[in-house]
């Protein structure tokens, strides 16, 4: 319950935490970017972590809040769970990060916690990393070399480990708008404030009464999120069917490995994995009885 | 960068001034610090809730932030709930309903119920359960807490008895229903 | 039915009895103005970290202190070497055979630690962060020693826990019917049946998970040690510190503050208790530790754990002829103060509700590498509950024939009380009918029936069971002489005293100690009822041995039915002795004074006295009585002649999503027969949070641990105690027939709800998917362990 002793330091620019980061390396320190702190907080008060240097990046301005590129939203990493789920521009173009951002943890931790904080942290149960994998979401990261932008497909690389480099700052993720695309998170759970065991999340557009083309990210199916490319094949071009979703669904355990805990055995996620997309997508297609 | 820094926060309307060491959590600093008791450990996981404050009117859950976080900020502890003498709605609310047992899950659950009716001010049950889903009780199996939220969210007037409780019977139907069932001196529990 | 005895005989316009009265413990709990014991700072006060081991059975070798002592603010490192002179073993109170073995049990470990989260040492420093900080910096070397985490394979011995013990088996119970002329022999009543069913079924590692971490404060300066503990026994407490620890009892005052729950889990006497006192002499300091979560889900003691082996034999009619009960009990390494008898509690109560002639129950007590386990809400009953009715389910499949019937040809008639049972009791009252068909009523048993039927012929993804728990209990622990026959070292009595103020305010002081239950509120309503002084007027006084100085504190549900019965009977006294002063004051005789309303009326005629009035003349004393000693205070002792026996039938409809395995509770009727109610708004919270604990053992909780001996499931993330969206509405009622046992008719309702809806859950689970082939799954019935049952009995056809 007691964090072992740490320097803080609070940075009001962009430039000077990259400094203090800068010299944290030159120094051996261990050093951690505190954002929400939701998820770094309870590891040290158990003494998992021990920084000797903590950066907290909550008195930046310009790190939260939401901007429309026409096209895109760009989402400042500091923007908390709450105002993702409640947001009238994600709502209406990204509905599918408000779906996810509402089921992270509880109330609490949401109106702490940030999109950004989450994304690189990238624990492998974490509802956010999944939605932004299947909406290629653009990663904005600043470092000692200037800014770069990471594709989702290369940003989560494995067990709690992104594109983000010691020295660096993910400022900000660039998700293109999903207008006219339905949507659904779905998120399998024993009690309601876990961690996922299984959960999907389904990006799919509908033209002609044919699925023209889904998305599908999974969480906790594997070390990174992951996205269902098979059952993505397979629903494209699919009817909005219940059955030939169902048959497009079966795929979705393709390529996954996922872990045995305490929730459930690998060969339990595989399943789940299968019928969770299968609610995720008849729920994104408006389809009624998700758990026919 | 130092091992001691210089915060100054408002807590239940009083400005304070400290130095502290940033490893202090701010639920430490309340509590050990400025003696506020009210709020309480429960956890050291982010889960039970017990620690919830408001935080610029927000709920957070005081063990998952550092006290030099609330630099420059107001917290609203259970103890600034009361207004000259007055309970808050909710705490009106949680003595009617018998909405508590031991306490210890209280003060957090009144915290988290000001802020989901802030957000949510007329809730269904469900919304209500999934808003305290971060507090954790384990004397009430939660049915009069979310009784005792619906009733400020309905506005509701307490009678004399003051309960809310569902499905309560007094001593006099309960033996009559007793009686009632015996007269007969059935043999069957009436399943058919 | 048995008639209703004597009841309150004061009622006034608007009764107390029966009355649901506004606690008045909220004000403070609502504000913030609480007293628990980690919110205590005293002048100068040290604080204490624990050093652990991290292993479950392993030879302390070597501890090294030098860099921890020499830490920042540091005042001692202690060893349990540097201990052994003084902390003694903590104790056990209930040997339950007289060859049982114990390990000695030191507060810090000496030579081995037994399981993992032993203690080892202890750091005292001048704040919780230079203690924590310096806990680090111990450094312990281990030789690690093989583990027994598994309770089958403990009892084989292949492995053993204590290095010092020949055996994992600390003792042998047992009862039987045919040996204790209250039956038949079980041996032969299995052999004449049509039909015998034996399963074995298996009671998880559970961890009472009250919301206040464990806290204790202890104070030396002055002539006596003062200890504020979160506790549910400060008495018990304060007699085993000075026994333990040989401090005369009379220079220990124990506090137990505003206590966070309880559940069993704060009925112990713990290391850390010990170890502060010890600290606080020692520094001459008053010195707190407060445990984390983690350290209490770890170290706290556990509950239940238990194979439970069970045959059960019937007529081809459906009618029980016998029950075999073979159990393995899980002590953990270590005997608590009742952990050895927490099985036996169990053992009365196989039988239930039920009246077969024969019945035969063994209990093996094993040592683990594990924590403790000792008493969690129920303590014995819940096991022995959820095993008679997963049973009368399995037998009721195996007869095909509705569980509610096969319920209802076995149970003893409300006609046939009172019934002395098959293992050995003699219940006074009930009526199994009335609660059932209220139960049916309320549930719409019939329609939900067809609901599943309809479900099962569609072959719906979510499948419909009903669970059926009839249930009874023994509570209001307990007579004295019953404990004794069982060789528990203390009585089951309570005490009450009964203080009348000059202004005519009331004080009672209770050896109950609640946390949570309401007393404050309950005995003001007993004794505003009986006085007739007004509830505002009457203050409650507990939890502290200074104040109440006698008392067996709070547990088994036998606060009212024993403590209330004490302070209702100081309350009499008062009465009888106000009386004689009342008659004196109004120059009238005793024989022609009546009471009620708070006053004394001359039979007959206007004048009349009031309690107040007599509470100042009393104060006063100018004018009493010769030979009467001028207070109004009495006390007295209450030893139940029998326990009670409260019952009801609980009724689950459960849905099982056949494609995850996810388990939802639809409809959760309870109708409980509790005898006579003081306050009902008090008994429903009681039900409620029963029942969450009931469910929650079915569905959400296990304590795991790894093969070596390290708990898996060590914080909230992964024991998961359910939240409000976890659980559904209850829906309850009750029925009453008052309990001959007390002068109230009350029965006791703390731990009915966990009782009773276990296997209600678990029974409903099976029965939504038995039809798929599935027969059993174990406890929590986990989405994956429901997923992986409904596979195998895909893969095998098991369709019976």
């Known amino acids: 319950m007691i964090p072992s002793a740490f320097d803080y330091a609070a940075p009001t620019t962009v430039e000077e935490a990259l400094a203090l980061l800068a010299g944290a390396d030159a120094s051996g320190d261990d050093v951690k970017l505190l954002a929400g702190g939701q998820s770094l907080i309870p590891v040290m008060k158990l003494r998992l972590a021990d920084p000797s240097l903590v950066v907290d990046l909550g008195r930046i301005p310009g790190l939260s809040g939401i901007t429309d590129n026409g096209s895109s939203l760009t989402i400042g990493a500091m923007t908390p769970h709450h105002v993702m789920a409640t947001d009238p521009l994600i709502a209406a173009h990204v509905p599918l990060l408000s779906q996810a951002a509402a089921t992270v943890a509880d109330p609490q931790v949401r109106h702490r916690g940030t999109f950004g904080g989450a994304l690189v942290h990238a624990d492998p149960a974490g509802d956010m990393p999944a939605p932004a994998l299947a909406m290629d979401a653009v990663f904005n990261i600043t470092g000692p070399a200037g800014p770069r932008s990471v594709e989702a497909a290369g940003f989560f690389q494995g067990y709690f480990t992104t594109a983000v480099e010691e020295g660096e700052i993910l400022t900000s993720i660039t998700v293109p708008k999903f207008d006219g695309w339905g949507s659904h998170y779905e998120k399998f759970t024993r009690v309601a404030q876990q961690w996922s065991i299984v959960a999907v999340a389904a990006l799919v557009r509908v033209e002609g009464g044919v699925i023209a083309e889904a998305r599908l990210g999974l969480t906790n199916m594997a070390s990174t999120p992951l996205r269902a490319s098979a059952t993505e094949a397979a629903l494209a071009g699919c009817a909005v069917d219940a059955e030939a979703i169902a048959a497009a669904c079966a795929h979705a355990a393709e390529g996954t490995d996922p872990a045995s805990d305490l929730n459930g055995d690998a060969a339990y996620r595989r399943h789940l994995a299968t019928v969770v997309a299968r609610r995720a997508v008849l729920a994104a297609v408006g389809l009624q009885g998700t758990r026919g | 960068m130092a091992s001691s820094t210089s915060i100054s926060v408002e807590v239940d309307g009083v400005s304070y001034t400290d130095n502290v060491e940033p490893r202090l959590l701010l639920v430490q600093y309340l509590r050990e610090r400025l003696g506020k008791t009210g709020t309480l450990i429960g956890c050291d996981t982010t889960n039970c809730g017990a620690c919830t404050v408001h935080l610029d009117g927000v709920s957070v859950k005081s063990c998952t932030m550092f006290a030099v976080q609330a630099d420059g900020h107001k917290v609203t502890t259970i103890e600034g709930m009361a207004q000259n003498g007055k309970l808050a709605p909710l705490q009106e609310a949680f003595h009617q309903c018998h909405a508590l047992q031991c306490g210890f899950c209280t003060p957090g659950m009144i915290m988290q119920s000001a802020s989901l009716l802030k957000e949510n001010p007329h809730p269904t049950e469900t919304e209500i359960r999934e808003g305290l889903e971060g507090n954790l009780c384990r004397c009430t199996g939660y049915q009069n807490i979310v009784a005792a939220v619906k009733s400020v969210a309905d506005g509701v007037e307490y009678g004399d008895s003051g309960v809310c409780v569902s499905e309560s019977l007094t001593h006099e139907v309960a033996k009559e229903l007793t009686d009632e069932l015996t007269d007969d001196d059935s043999e069957t529990a009436g399943v058919s | 039915m048995s008639t209703t005895t004597e009841s309150a005989h004061s009622s006034g316009p608007s009764p107390e009895i029966g009355k649901s009265r506004l606690r008045k413990e909220d004000a403070r709990l609502i504000t913030g103005r609480s007293r628990y014991t980690d919110n205590m700072v005293l002048p100068g006060m040290l604080h204490l970290a624990m050093v652990r081991s991290p292993y479950a059975h392993a030879r302390i070798t070597n501890i090294e202190l030098t860099e921890a002592k020499a830490a920042p603010g540091v005042f001692a490192v202690l060893t349990g070497t540097d201990l052994a002179a003084e902390q003694g073993s903590l104790p056990n109170a209930w040997p339950v055979t007289p060859d049982q073995k114990a390990p000695a049990h030191p507060a810090v470990a000496i030579e081995e630690v037994a399981f993992a989260g032993e203690i080892v040492a202890v750091v005292i420093a001048r704040s919780a962060a230079a203690a924590r900080d310096a806990a680090e910096l111990v450094d312990v070397d281990y030789d690690e020693l093989p583990v027994v985490m598994d309770l089958e394979e403990a009892f084989t011995d292949a492995v053993l826990a204590h290095t010092s013990l020949e055996s994992n088996k600390s003792a042998t119970w047992v009862f039987d019917s045919a040996e204790a002329g209250t039956g038949t022999s079980i041996e032969d009543a299995l052999a004449a049946s049509d039909v015998v069913v034996e399963r074995t079924l298996y009671q998880q590692r559970l961890i009472p998970a009250f919301m206040e971490p464990r806290s204790t404060v202890v104070d030396p300066t002055g002539e006596q040690i003062t200890m504020y503990s979160a506790t549910q026994i400060p008495h018990i407490l304060r007699v085993m510190l000075a026994l333990t620890l040989g401090i005369p009892e009379s220079k220990l005052r124990v506090i137990a503050p505003d206590v966070g729950g309880g559940f069993g889990g704060k009925l112990q006497v713990t290391p850390e208790e010990i170890i502060t006192l010890l600290a606080a002499r ?405 039900v409620h949070g029963g029942l969450a604990q009931g469910i929650s053992q079915a569905l959400y909780e296990e304590a795991v641990y790894d093969d070596a001996g390290t708990l898996v499931s060590g914080s909230f993330v992964d024991y998961l105690v359910p939240g409000a969206p976890d659980l559904p509405h209850y829906i309850t009622a009750r029925t009453e027939t008052p309990a001959t046992s007390n002068q109230l008719g009350a029965k006791g309702v703390g731990e009915a709800g966990t009782i009773a809806s276990t296997p209600a859950i678990v029974n409903g689970v099976l029965d939504a998917i038995r039809h798929l082939g599935v027969t059993d799954i174990k406890m929590p019935c986990t989405p994956s362990r429901v997923w992986h049952a409904l596979q195998e009995a895909k893969s095998t056809g098991g369709v019976q």
């Open chain 3, 282 to 686: 020692r520094m001459g300091k008053p010195c707190k530790f407060t445990e984390t979560r983690s350290e209490s889900l770890q170290v706290g003691h556990h509950g239940r754990a238990q194979v439970q082996r069970m045959k059960i034999g019937a007529t081809k009619e459906g009618i029980v002829t016998g029950l075999s009960v073979n159990l393995l009990a899980d002590m953990g390494a270590y005997l608590g103060l009742i952990t050895s008898g927490i099985p036996i509690l169990g053992a009365f109560m196989y039988n239930s509700i039920y009246k077969f002639p024969a019945y035969r129950f063994e209990c093996n007590n094993i040592f683990t590498n594990k924590p403790w386990t000792d008493a969690y809400r129920g303590a014995g009953r819940p096991e022995a509950t959820f095993a008679i009715e997963r049973m009368m389910d399995e037998l009721a499949t195996e007869l095909n024939m509705d569980p509610l019937v096969l319920r209802e040809k076995n149970w003893i008639k409300h006609t046939e009380f009172p019934f002395a049972t098959v293992a050995g009791l003699e219940y006074d009252t009930g009526n199994y009918e009335a609660a059932t068909a209220k139960a049916v009523a309320l549930f719409d048993y019939d329609g939900l029936r067809a609901e599943q039927k309809r479900r099962r012929d569609a072959g719906a993804t979510i499948q419909l069971g009903i669970g059926v728990s009839t249930f009874t209990e023994m509570c209001g622990l307990a007579p004295s002489r019953v404990l004794g026959a069982l060789n528990y070292a203390a009585g089951g009595w309570e005490h009450a005293q009964v203080r009348v103020l000059p202004t005519g305010n009331v004080e009672v002081v209770t050896g109950s100690s609640a946390h949570g239950q309401g007393h404050e509120t309950a005995w003001s309503q007993l004794v505003a009822d009986r006085l007739g002084v007004p509830f505002e007027n009457v203050e409650v006084l507990h939890g502290d041995t200074q104040v109440s100085q006698r008392g067996l504190d709070t547990y088994g549900s036998r606060s009212l039915t024993v403590g209330g019965m004490a302070v209702l009977a100081a309350a009499d006294k008062v009465i009888e002795k106000a009386k004689v002063i009342a008659a004196h004051l109004m120059e009238a005789s005793e024989e022609d004074l009546d009471f009620t309303n708070g006053a004394f009326t001359v039979r007959g005629t206007d004048t009349s006295t009031s309690f107040s009035e007599i509470a100042f003349a009393v104060f006063s004393a100018h004018n009493m009585p010769d030979g009467v000693e001028p207070n109004l205070d009495s006390e007295a002792t209450f030893d139940p002649v029998n326990f009670s026996y409260p019952h009801g039938t609980h009724l689950a409809a459960m849905e099982v999503d056949t494609e995850t395995g996810q388990v939802k509770v639809l409809k959760y009727v309870c109708v409980d027969d509790i005898g006579v109610v003081v306050n009902p708004m008090i008994v429903e919270g009681q």
